[in-house]
């Protein structure tokens, strides 16, 4: 077997395990299904202003990085050219 069959296998049963635990703690859960989808929902919003503020601080540094490299000799084949 191959490093690549490897990494695909668990990948896919790792993607089986999170789908199995995660249908298994909403058969088991002691809220409502009203109270599960608002919590789910406060939940959800919670990861999508987080992944805006990663985005933003990444977009900040990239942005500082690209101006300060800008003008500078390539590195390698995959830097941008100016």
């Keep these: 077997m191959s ?3 490897s990494g695909s296998g668990f990948a896919i049963g790792f993607t089986l395990g999170i789908a199995i635990g995660l249908a298994l ?5 002691p809220r ?3 109270e599960t989808r608002e919590l789910l929902k406060d939940k959800a919003a919670d990861v999508s202003e987080t992944a805006k ?5 990444r977009k900040k540094v990239y942005t500082k990085t690209w101006k300060k490299r800008r003008g500078q000799p390539k ?5 941008f050219e100016s």
């Design 3 to 5: 490093n690549r069959d």
């Design 25 to 29: 703690g909403f058969l088991f859960t």
């Design 32 to 34: 409502s299904g009203k």
């Design 53 to 57: 503020e990663l985005t933003a601080d």
């Design 75 to 79: 590195v390698s084949e995959s830097y």
